[in-house]
Nanobody
Framework: QVQLVESGGGLAQAGGSLRLSCAAS????????VGWFRQAPGEERDFVAA????????YYADSVKGRFTISRDNAKNAVDLQMNSLKPEDTAVYYC?????????????????????WGEGTQVTVSP
C-alpha cells in the first residue's frame, strides 16, 4: 500500500506560478511511475503529466506542454509539478498517482486506469 500526499496548491493569478509536490509515505518512489491528473468541477479527471522510473521520461498533456514541468526530487522523496504561466482554465483539483506496471515504469502512462494509488488532491485556483 502506498499513501500519497499532495501539497503546494493554492491561489495564483493568471501568468503566475505554483509548484505542487507529491510525497509518498512509508516508501520511496523507486520503481514507480508517477503521474499528475486534474479534475475541474463537472469535468472528468484529465491527464496532466507523467514521469517514468526507467530513464525519467516525461510526458505532458498538450494543454500544459511548455508551461508545466514534472520532476523527481530523490532527496525529498517527492515528485514535483512546476506550473508556470498559469491560466484560469488550469483551475482544478490536482491529484498525483503511482503506477506499478512494467510498461508504466519503463515508458510512463497517461491513462488514469493504469494508476494504482492516488492522493487526496490539492486545489489549484487561478484568477484572471
Amino acid at each position: 500500500q502506498v499513501q500519497l500526499v499532495e501539497s503546494g496548491g493554492g491561489l495564483a493569478q493568471a501568468g503566475g506560478s505554483l509548484r505542487l509536490s507529491c510525497a509518498a509515505s512509508g516508501r520511496t518512489f523507486s520503481n514507480y511511475a508517477v503521474g499528475w491528473f486534474r479534475q475541474a468541477p463537472g469535468e472528468e479527471r484529465d491527464f496532466v503529466a507523467a514521469i517514468s522510473w526507467i530513464g525519467g521520461r516525461a510526458y505532458y498533456a498538450d494543454s500544459v506542454k511548455g508551461r508545466f514541468t514534472i520532476s523527481r526530487d530523490n532527496a525529498k522523496n517527492a515528485v514535483d509539478l512546476q506550473m508556470n504561466s498559469l491560466k484560469p482554465e488550469d483551475t482544478a483539483v490536482y491529484y498525483c498517482a503511482v503506477a506499478t506496471t512494467e510498461h508504466c515504469i519503463h515508458y510512463g502512462c497517461y491513462r488514469s486506469h493504469e494508476y494504482a494509488y492516488w492522493g487526496e488532491g490539492t486545489q489549484v485556483t487561478v484568477s484572471p
